[in-house]
T-cell receptor
Framework: GIQVEQSPPDLILQEGANSTLRCNFS?????LQWFHQNPWGQLINLFY???GTKQNGRLSATTVATERYSLLYISSSQTTDSGVYFC????????????FGAGTQVVVTP | GAGVSQSPSNKVTEKGKDVELRCDPI?????LYWYRQSLGQGLEFLIY????????KSGLPSDRFSAERTGGSVSTLTIQRTQQEDSAVYLC??????????FGNGTRLTVT
């Protein structure tokens, strides 16, 4: 199956800083998603972004499907951005199971 | 509207007992997933249902694990003869077609 690698594994930010999280895939993807898991364990879908760039407030994401990677940008970070960020993508079946990366643990300090 | 609902939210059981975890997906969602998350770890795929197709069971860790989806809606994940290593948060998710995945709040299973 598809392999998903996320970097960095951990990130400590001071409030107000910007950061970039990366997700690499072993195969081409057509259904890539980014999730945020808050400190209470809830998983929230941030972006569904098979290609191109999307923005939602201070967060944006870019996927370059032909090069098998996606980037998540956090600008002007806030303490509420703390948590674990996961990316996930499928195998060859666009409606198939999503394989998750190991996540990036983000801590934003005041 | 209502999201993905899982019950119970917490379950403590003795080693060797069987447990059933329930998932009510978002109405109309054709795909349903079960994942497992151990403490401080990522999400481990367990099983995936898509419409009336045969489920993808490739992630079930042993034959003690099974899942059903009745009427294309509610799903039950059953773990027989629970072991301590089964302790984890079990997450259910659903979606319509290839749309974004929606997760429930999970069931925290503790095997003593």
């Amino acid at each position: 199956g598809i392999q998903v690698e996320q970097s960095p594994p951990d990130l400590i930010l001071q409030e107000g800083a910007n950061s970039t999280l990366r997700c690499n895939f072993s195969d081409s993807v057509n259904n890539l998603q980014w999730f945020h898991q808050n400190p209470w364990g809830q998983l929230i879908n941030l972006f569904y972004i098979p290609s191109g760039t999307k923005q939602n407030g201070r967060l944006s994401a870019t996927t370059v499907a032909t090069e098998r990677y996606s980037l998540l940008y956090i600008s002007s970070s806030q303490t509420t951005d703390s948590g674990v960020y996961f990316c996930a993508g499928p195998g060859t079946d666009s409606w198939g199971k999503l394989q998750f990366g190991a996540g990036t643990q983000v801590v934003v300090t005041p | 509207g209502a999201g993905v609902s899982q019950s119970p939210s917490n379950k403590v059981t003795e080693k060797g007992k069987d447990v059933e975890l329930r998932c009510d997906p978002i109405s109309g969602h054709t795909a349903l997933y079960w994942y497992r998350q151990s403490l401080g770890q990522g999400l481990e795929f367990l099983i995936y249902f898509q419409g009336n197709s045969a489920p993808d069971k490739s992630g079930l860790p042993s034959d003690r694990f099974s899942a059903e989806r009745t009427g294309g809606s509610v799903s039950t994940l059953t773990i027989q003869r629970t072991q301590q290593e089964d302790s984890a948060v079990y997450l259910c998710a659903s979606r319509l077609g290839s749309s974004p995945l929606h997760f429930g709040n999970g069931t925290r299973l503790t095997v003593t």
